[in-house]
């Protein structure tokens, strides 16, 4: 008798957000519903920050009506989501009301499972979130961000897991962003947590794929008795992206494990994506293949090319290597803080000033807000000096209670200035839209009635090699430029010959 | 205290043969060869069949010159190649004495590991090659090709590892050049073949990363006791590659297993291939990704383009599918051989005849010489109906004998043969030469004083946007390399602006 090992499907949300830049439409989503609702998956991830994010800034997409869409699309399956404790979907603390209304209002929509973890892995930041997921009677997973640091212990993650078992999670998930899970470790805190809060204890395996040792992490975290893994479909997989579904169903033949997963279902999945995924050729992440650096440099892919952006802005795009050698003493300096968002964004961009304008002379607000613990506390103590910097540049004091404790019912004043935009509907999720992301609402709000706006290229150009742009990206994705002045080509199109000027968009 | 565990690098052989055809220069190789001669590794797979005929063919080079260059620049290391038994390097099977002959000279010229394998697992064709190795004084891999079927089971491939230490084999390999091999059986063959044979028997693994899986075979086929790996560095890894060293390095950490390469070493490596790979992008492999179909066809990537390449010439595209389908029944009839060159070429185009003709109402000479035995003994009968049918078709009776014993001696004709081409230079490497590929040594002896010629995109040219023609490729007019990443342009076609984003096919 084989144990069952379930599987989350990560196509629709970490799967294009990784690879695709969360840039992938409903109308591309909904053709895989029927297949991944009768694949046998334990749950389907497909809401989250940047998919919300992503909706209303470049898709003219409500996102509750997406969570609707699929909930109506799969009758059968575990709706997912990943949030972000006491940030919701957006990037500040919200008072704790708005925190019960936006898992409320998800739930009543059709969401099902609710990841919910904290950037710095402080659980006071997730206690709410959990509470109100219980209340509701939906799935609640408490999470621990992964991440290495002579702090990081496999002893410190289990307590870390124990604390959020005790706050009423359903399961515990272990979320390695970054693909930094080694086999032995990964191994080490499923059996720890196992030991620890129980064997009846659900874990829950999130890898990426970007350092390609995972999928053997995923196969060891099997073994210590992971209950779920977390794939995403072959099509939209690898990279920075995840572990291959299918493949992990063929892995686990004849060993001990097994998933339910139907593969003939799979392959229809895989051939919907395959695809569709050439429309969005033009977000294409950078990058492919393996990159083995980050254990070193910690730092995930995404956040490697903002501040290679952030440098080329500043005319300074050579200096990557000295800001890749200062996010450790960054993060060092901040506590020791795992690199997912927004800490990632907040380490990064001040790296960058670091270099830029020497050790701490400039500060962000918001990394003054992370040494000042206003984003809650850290594995490790912050460097007092640059916390007295931080506390001069945004004159306010460092904290230690529960960053939301400081702040005051925010509800009322957040639906009358929603409700004052034009567009607005008036209803709780539009709200919610507007408290998480108050500046694209408005704008989103004025366009919604055009309908969505698919930002891929049409299906019919998605084959062939021309393509209508992408939201105004006219720029290339790698920023090589690849030809300042006009250039003549032969190119052949079918069997005619054409000569082709080809000069910067 | 870890167990250490020795890896072999594949990039300057199966790497670049699996990703770039076969078609990487010698010139672009070498600047690679310090780092791996001091990086730590067993051995560097640097020699083959497929090389060896890329270099006469495609690339003006010697093939011995080639092999003499690695010995002077990686003094330290192991150079390893890739044998097909009775076949050296050729397709067909040599008189034993030819083959006594191409192994002194490979020793002589600095081989030092020969992996020898046979298409169908019959130790007969092995047995011959691995004693000439063993005479030398060199290092002798006899080796099994790892299939699935029926009749593949984990103690048949035990039976042969002992049938190949019987026969001197210094180590045993599992040659999996398809990704079929599953972690489990990969665990289990391991673990047989290190209690029949002795724990001291050296085990060496080859897997392909096609289907995804196959890293988690490797930590399974080392926790069960293999002594040594075979991957690729990553900028030349993945897809119908292999797995990434750099990977395997960081996967072992904190097990009770550990490499001795060095990681600033691997990572110069890597570097460098990845600087000249897009030299030879129009030679890149279609495959990307991963693809666990093979599971169930059995077809490796290779082969799979062979065939539709065949059917596109009989202007049959769309049967692809049929093909698919047919052959797991011509292999079946065929009495289940591996699929590896030769046999999957065999196999690949007698499924393509049986979909375009009806089954087996034309054969290829080759595949009626397989079903009537003159490439050797397969593991189960095959179909009397068919081996008729092969018989009357090459009119030619069905053997069960060794099939070099029907040879005749055969090297004074081969070597008066070559003596007469314009350009040989009367050594014995000429000679093997010529009996190996006599289609196109002719050719090579003639342009061989010329020098090499790459058939990659000038190094200057690699960086930039278009690309300088491989070998008939269509050529952009520039002569500029191929983009990586797509990059959008603005294309004025007569009088018409079109936008256009260009990508990697």
Redo the contacts between chains.
């Keep these: 008798m084989s144990r069952l090992v379930e599987v989350t499907e990560l196509a629709p949300r970490d799967g294009h957000q990784s690879l695709l830049a969360t840039r992938m439409a409903t109308e591309d989503l909904v053709g895989a519903c029927e297949d991944i609702d009768q694949a046998g998956y334990w749950s389907v991830e497909c809401w989250g920050g940047a998919t919300y994010d992503s909706c209303i800034r470049f898709l003219n997409e409500d996102p509750w009506e997406r969570l609707r869409t699929f909930r109506k699309l799969m009758p059968n399956s575990r709706l997912q989501m990943l949030l972000r404790g006491q940030n919701l979907l957006g990037y500040r603390h919200y008072e704790d009301t708005v925190v019960d209304r936006f898992v409320d209002k998800s739930a009543e929509n059709g969401m099902d499972v609710f990841r919910v973890f904290d950037a710095l892995n402080d659980v006071r930041n997730i206690q709410r979130a959990l509470a109100a997921v219980r209340r509701t009677g939906k799935h609640a997973e408490g999470t621990i961000c992964y991440t290495t640091s002579p702090l990081h212990t496999v002893e410190k993650f289990v307590e870390m897991a124990q604390r959020l078992k005790e706050l009423g999670s359903d399961s515990i998930c272990i979320k390695d962003m970054a693909a930094l899970l080694?086999?032995?470790?990964a191994y080490e805190i499923v059996k720890g947590i196992k030991e620890k809060c129980g064997k009846d204890t659900l874990v829950h395996v999130h890898v990426h794929s970007t350092?390609?040792?995972t999928?053997?992490s995923l196969?060891?975290a099997i073994e210590a008795g992971a209950d779920i893994v977390d794939t995403s479909i072959?099509?939209l997989?690898?990279g920075p992206g995840h572990?291959?579904t299918?493949?992990l169903?063929?892995?686990l033949?004849?060993?001990g494990y097994t998933t339910r997963l139907n593969k003939d279902r799979l392959?229809k999945i895989k051939d919907h994506f395959a695809k569709v995924r050439p429309r969005y050729?033009?977000f294409?992440s950078?990058i492919i293949?393996?990159?083995?650096?980050i254990?070193d440099s910690q730092i995930p892919g995404g956040m490697i090319s903002n501040m290679e952006s952030q440098l080329k802005q500043q005319g300074a795009g050579a200096r990557m290597k000295e800001v890749l050698a200062e996010v450790p003493r960054v993060r060092l300096a901040a506590g020791y803080p795992p690199l997912v968002t927004p800490s990632s964004q907040i380490v990064g961009t001040q790296a960058v000033f670091n270099v830029l304008m020497g050790p701490y002379k400039a500060l962000t607000g918001e990394f003054a807000d992370l040494m000042l613990g206003y984003y809650g506390e850290t594995i490790a103590p912050r460097d007092p000096a640059v916390i007295e910097a931080a506390a001069k540049h945004v004159k306010k004091e460092p904290i230690t209670c529960r960053p939301a404790d400081l702040l005051k019912p925010e509800w009322d004043e957040l639906r009358a200035q929603a409700l004052a935009l034009t567009g607005c509907n008036g209803t709780d999720e539009d709200v919610l839209t507007y408290a998480m992301f108050p500046q694209v609402a408005p704008k989103f709000f004025g366009t919604r009635a055009d309908g969505p706006k698919n930002v891929g290229?049409a299906i019919a150009d998605a084959a062939g090699?021309?393509?209508?742009?992408?939201d105004g990206?006219?720029?290339?994705?790698?920023g090589?430029g690849?030809?300042t002045s006009p250039?003549?080509?032969?190119i052949?199109i079918g069997d005619v010959s054409?000569r082709?000027?080809?000069?910067?968009?």
Tied chains: 1, 2.
């Design positions: 080694r086999p032995q470790p350092t390609g040792v999928m053997v196969m060891k072959s099509s997989s690898l572990n291959p299918e493949a169903v063929e892995m033949q004849d060993t392959l050729a033009a294409e950078k293949g393996v990159e083995t650096e254990f290229k090699a021309a393509a209508k742009p992408a990206q006219a720029k290339p994705a790698d090589k690849p030809i250039v003549t080509y032969a052949k054409h082709v000027i080809v000069q910067p968009a």
